[in-house]
C-alpha cells in the first residue's frame, strides 16, 4: 500500500489521535477536572470582568485599555479551544479526536496565540510612545492607529496560522496514532508524522511561527530598551510612568517563557510531563492570570472595580 493510501485510511478514521492525560486513577481525574473547570471559570469571568469594566468606565477609554479589552477577549478565546476538550476528554474513558478536529484545535490554537503575540507588542510599541513621546502621543496613537494596530494583530495571527494548520495537514501520518500530550499541539502532532521530508517540513512551519512570536518579542523588547532609557534619563516622571509597564511585562515574561521552552527546547521522553506542565502554564494558567495580574498592578482598574462594586451596593440599596 502507497504511503498516499495509507494517509487516507488513517485520515478518514473518526479516532485518528489518542490524548493522553497524565494519571488514568479516578481521584486524579476527578481532581484535574475540578482544577480545570475551577481556572475557566476564573478565566471567563475574569477577562469577561475587564472587558465590561472597559467599556463602561469613562476612565478607561484610552489605547492601553482599548488594547487590554481585546486582550482579555483573545483569552477567552484562546483557553476555550483547549479547555473544553480537556474537561470533556476526562469525563470519557477513550480521549480521543478525529483528524479533522485535531486540524481545527491547531488553527484557532495558533490563530489566537499568534494574535496575543502581537497584540502584546502593540501594547509595548503603545507604552513606548506614552513614556517615551508624551506630547506627540494622542497623535501618534489615535482612534484610527489603535483600530488599525487590532486588526493587523488578528489577520497576523490568523494567516500565520491558516498555512501552518494546511501544511500540516498534508503531513503523512502512517505509524502511531497517539499524541502524548494533553490537546493537538504543532510540535507534538510533527513527532508522528512519517514524512520522509519531515525535517524540511519542521522547518518551514517552525519558521511560520517564528515570525509571528520572535518578531513579536523582539519588538517588545527594542520597545522597553527605549523605555528604560528614557526613564533613566528623565527621572521621577517617567518612573512613575513605567509603573503601567509592569503589568505588561509579567505577562509578557510568562507568555513568552513557556511558549519559548515548549516550541524551542528539544524534547525527550524525559521531559514529557514537563513539556504538558510548560504547556499548561501558556495554554491554560497565563490566561486565568492576566486579568488578576491587571487589576492587582494598577491603581485605575482597581480604581474602575470599587466604582462598579459601589455603583452595584447603591443599586441593591435602592430596590
Not at 496613537?141 to 498555512?163: D, P, Q, T
Not at 527605549?226 to 509592569?246: E, N
Request: aromatic share 10%; net charge positive.
Amino acid at each position: 500500500m502507497s504511503p498516499k493510501s495509507l494517509q487516507h485510511e488513517n485520515l478518514s478514521s473518526p479516532t485518528m489521535f489518542l490524548l493522553l492525560g497524565f494519571s488514568s486513577a479516578y481521584r486524579a481525574e476527578v481532581t484535574l477536572t475540578l482544577c480545570f473547570s475551577l481556572i475557566y471559570l476564573v478565566t471567563v469571568l475574569g477577562n469577561l470582568l475587564i472587558m465590561t469594566l472597559v467599556w463602561l468606565d469613562a476612565h478607561l477609554h484610552s489605547p492601553m485599555y482599548f488594547f487590554l479589552g481585546h486582550l482579555s477577549f483573545l483569552d477567552i478565546c484562546y483557553s476555550s479551544v483547549t479547555l473544553p476538550k480537556i474537561l470533556g476528554d476526562s469525563f470519557s474513558p477513550q480521549k480521543t479526536i478525529s483528524f479533522v478536529g485535531c486540524i481545527t484545535q491547531i488553527y484557532f490554537f495558533l490563530c489566537f496565540g499568534g494574535s496575543e503575540c502581537m497584540l502584546l507588542a502593540t501594547m509595548a510599541y503603545d507604552r513606548y510612545l506614552a513614556i517615551c513621546h508624551p506630547l506627540h502621543y494622542p497623535v501618534l496613537m489615535s482612534k484610527k492607529m489603535c483600530h488599525c494596530l487590532v486588526v493587523v494583530s488578528w489577520l497576523s495571527g490568523s494567516f500565520s496560522s491558516l498555512i501552518q494548520a494546511f501544511l500540516t495537514a498534508r503531513l503523512p501520518f502512517c505509524g502511531s496514532n497517539t499524541i502524548d500530550h494533553l490537546f493537538c499541539e504543532m510540535p507534538f502532532l510533527l513527532k508522528v508524522s512519517c514524512s520522509p521530508n519531515i525535517a524540511l517540513n519542521k522547518a518551514a512551519l517552525y519558521a511560520l511561527a517564528g515570525t509571528i512570536a520572535m518578531g513579536s518579542f523582539l519588538l517588545t523588547l527594542v520597545s522597553y530598551v527605549h523605555i528604560i532609557r528614557a526613564v533613566l534619563q528623565k527621572g521621577a516622571g517617567t518612573q512613575r510612568a513605567f509603573a503601567t509597564c509592569t503589568s505588561h511585562l509579567t505577562v509578557v515574561s510568562l507568555f513568552f517563557c513557556a511558549g519559548a521552552v515548549v516550541y524551542l527546547v528539544p524534547h525527550s521522553s524525559s521531559s514529557k510531563e514537563m513539556d504538558k506542565v510548560l504547556t499548561l502554564l501558556y495554554a491554560v494558567v497565563t490566561p486565568m492570570l492576566n486579568p488578576i495580574i491587571y487589576s492587582l498592578r494598577n491603581s485605575e482598574v482597581k480604581g474602575a472595580i470599587r466604582k462598579a462594586l459601589r455603583r452595584g451596593v447603591l443599586q441593591v440599596s435602592t430596590k
